[in-house]
């Protein structure tokens, strides 16, 4: 049977249906059905879930020429007024409003918070930061323009809320939510949080590019902290008994882990943002890579605690062998070790140094990123990228438990073929290869990419190679 004959099962579905499944989209991807058929033009509209972002409206292009950047915006508040007007009589579960430079349109941020209120979402975004925005130390207190109402604080039935760039936002007076378990801050000034996440309710907590963190302890029963780019406390605490997955991005500082879950699923590091630093001879080095080998020890308590996955940049891997006493790292009960990595030869001695303290280490990661303007030397301290993973060294892990090793972002270039090669030759359990390339890269490349894996394949008769298109 030709396949234009075949029956269309999706749009034989009754409306009800079509409107849960188009509530599981994206808005963006929601509103992109309406070109289906007419029909869909209706259901469309009935979706639950709703998020006006203006990043979505308007094209870069649009965005980097002012006229036309004014003139999507109305387009874009227009479009925001008509949709509102549409959908007013209709239950929503998730409402979402993104629009930098909020001070032209406080009226309409207000009756659009007022509108969601009114609907009793379970679901709220009120994100009005800059894309050009880098850090915090970008944002004056004078773009700081839309006020969080009293409403909002008292809305009973939000389960999840994200605040960005707002004024006087008062995390405490969230308190009282009997049903929130999801927060997410981002862009201003945030006061201490600790009346808020003391409740046992808050499951995950997120923190973006806030300042003036000036609280010492992080303490509740969360399952998921993210925190980023923040204003921190020099020494603050982290107390979090059940804490699943924790990401920390930004400076390093001389964080305290008390009362942390035994087990840790996932422990991700990124102190790229320190990570511009040319100057080799740097005596902070030192200083650095001791404060991050005690990081490390510190949070999983000597081998007390684990993170099963365990990932790391590029900053950390050159600075723990520049610790005045890099032996000082703990062996670390983790089995997933992801490694963000330029494949740079400052970071090969501290690759080394985690797999020789990861004995139980069953996958590895190599998650390739595009080399740092400064990062342009060859070699380093006398290490060469074309010997240094052909030397004879092996660690436990290699001979006991790692079963994969995964590289994302293959090229097919020497440096990663070099440490591919490292470990099929020594990795005694071997058993895959999994080589991810990029999704846009070019033909020519990609024939490259085919090529050098084959290569690797016909190395070894007892490891399977496995390319991906990603």
Same mark, same amino acid.
């Given at each position: ?13 009754? @409306? $009800? ?51 036309? #950047? ?59 930061? #800059? ?10 207190? @004078? ?56 409740? &046992? *309710?808050?499951? &995950? ?29 020099? %020494? ?45 001879? %740097? ?17 999983? @308590?000597?081998?007390? *605690? ?31 070790? $992801? ?18 303290? !990861? ?34 060294? &092996?660690?436990? !892990? ?54 050098? &894996? ?6 070894? %008769?007892?490891?399977?190679? $496995?390319?991906?298109?990603?």
């Amino acid at each position: 049977m030709d396949s234009c004959d075949q029956p269309d099962i999706i749009s034989n579905l009754p @409306d $009800v249906l079509l409107v849960l499944i188009i509530s599981c989209l994206s808005f963006k991807e929601c509103v992109q059905t309406c070109a289906l058929s007419k029909r869909w033009r209706s259901v469309y509209l009935e979706t639950r879930n709703v998020s006006f972002k203006e990043t979505d409206f308007l094209s870069p292009s649009v965005d980097a020429n002012p006229i036309r #950047n004014a003139l999507g915006r109305i387009v874009f508040v227009d479009y925001v007024r008509r949709w509102v007007t549409r959908i007013y009589d209709q239950p929503i579960d998730t409402f979402g409003i993104s629009i930098s430079y909020p001070e032209t349109y406080i009226d309409l941020i207000e009756s659009l918070i007022a509108f969601a209120v009114g609907k009793k979402v379970k679901n709220l975004v009120l994100d009005f930061s #800059n894309p050009v925005w880098r850090t915090f130390h970008d944002v004056t207190l @004078d773009e700081l323009v839309v006020e969080i109402p009293q409403s909002v604080y008292e809305l009973a039935t939000l389960e999840s809320l994200k605040v960005g760039a707002c004024k006087k936002f008062d995390p405490s007076k969230l308190s009282n939510l009997g049903k929130l378990n999801t927060v997410s801050f981002g862009w201003m000034e945030l006061t201490d949080p600790k009346p808020l996440l003391k409740t &046992s *309710r808050v499951k &995950s907590l997120t923190i973006n590019d806030c300042g003036e963190l000036y609280f010492d302890t992080i303490k509740g029963n969360m399952r998921e902290v993210a925190i980023k780019n923040c204003d921190f406390f020099p %020494n603050c605490t982290f107390n979090l008994p059940s804490v699943d997955i924790l990401k920390y991005s930004g400076d390093l500082l001389p964080f305290e882990f008390d009362n942390m879950n035994t087990i840790i699923s996932e422990v991700e590091f990124d102190f790229r943002v320190l990570d511009n630093n040319n100057d080799e001879s %740097n005596d902070s080095n030192t200083a650095e890579g001791g404060m991050l080998c005690h990081l490390l020890n510190n949070l999983l @308590d000597y081998g007390g *605690r684990s993170a099963t996955t365990l990932t790391v940049c590029p900053f950390l891997l050159k600075m723990i062998p520049r610790s005045e006493h890099p032996h000082v790292l703990h062996p670390m009960e983790t089995k997933h070790l $992801v490694l963000k990595t330029e494949l740079h030869p400052r970071e090969f001695n501290g690759i080394r140094l985690l797999l020789m303290n !990861c004995p139980n280490l069953e996958t590895l990661t190599i998650d390739l990123l595009p080399p740092s303007p400064i990062a342009t030397a060859s070699s380093y301290a006398d290490i060469d990228p074309e010997t240094y993973w052909m030397q004879n060294i &092996s660690y436990e !892990c290699q001979r006991e438990t790692l079963k994969a090793v995964a590289v994302k972002n293959f090229f097919g270039g020497s440096k990663e073929l070099h440490i591919v090669k490292f470990f099929i030759r020594g990795c005694e359990r071997l058993e895959r290869v999994e080589l991810y390339m990029p999704f846009d890269l070019d033909k020519g490349r990609k024939r490259l990419a085919y090529a050098k &894996s084959e290569m690797l394949q016909r190395s070894s %008769n007892r490891v399977q190679v $496995v390319v991906h298109n990603s």
